[in-house]
């Protein structure tokens, strides 16, 4: 009797959630590269070392880390791997000026890219898609992420 085991099997298809990563990591790459690696917020460089306050009299070294964020919520497919959707931000100002300053964040939006781009961006953002496996494997080789044999 011959068991059917994964050795048998042919290589399994990759699954969506494997697409969406290698985009959302060539994503984050390219929008931290456009910025230099440097935050547009409060204009720190990845790596740089800060001086953190730990207590009152006491500090340590700490390494800024630049993250890419998004200007309109990653939850909108249509635009969630768009250039245009993208900022480099240090974590400290991702996490809390960001979302804690939301009518300053909008000037700093327009003064970065323009009312009409920027009312472009959430336009777009209002489109309704559902990507297939097909299309995520598509975006992948357009943007040259996978390894043809």
């Not at 009312?115 to 494997?137: A, P, Q, T």
Request: glycine share 2%; hydrophobic share 35%; net charge positive.
């Amino acid at each position: 009797m011959k068991f059917n085991t994964n050795k048998d099997k042919k290589k399994k298809e990759k699954s969506k959630k494997y697409y969406i990563k290698l985009l959302d990591h060539w994503w984050s790459i390219q929008i931290k590269t456009h910025d230099n690696y440097t935050c547009v917020w409060c204009g720190k460089k990845h790596n740089e070392i800060i001086k953190k306050q730990i207590s009152k009299d006491v500090f340590r070294d700490s390494k800024v880390m630049i993250q890419a964020a998004h200007i309109i919520s990653r939850k909108k497919w249509s635009t969630k791997w768009d250039l245009d959707n993208g900022i480099s931000l240090c974590a400290k100002c991702h996490l809390f000026t960001q979302p804690n300053a939301p009518v300053e964040f909008t000037f700093l939006m327009i003064k970065l890219f323009g009312y009409k781009k920027l009312l472009n961006l959430i336009e777009r953002s209002k489109k309704k898609v559902e990507y297939s496996l097909d299309e995520y494997i598509q975006m992948c080789r357009d943007r040259n992420l996978l390894k043809e044999k």
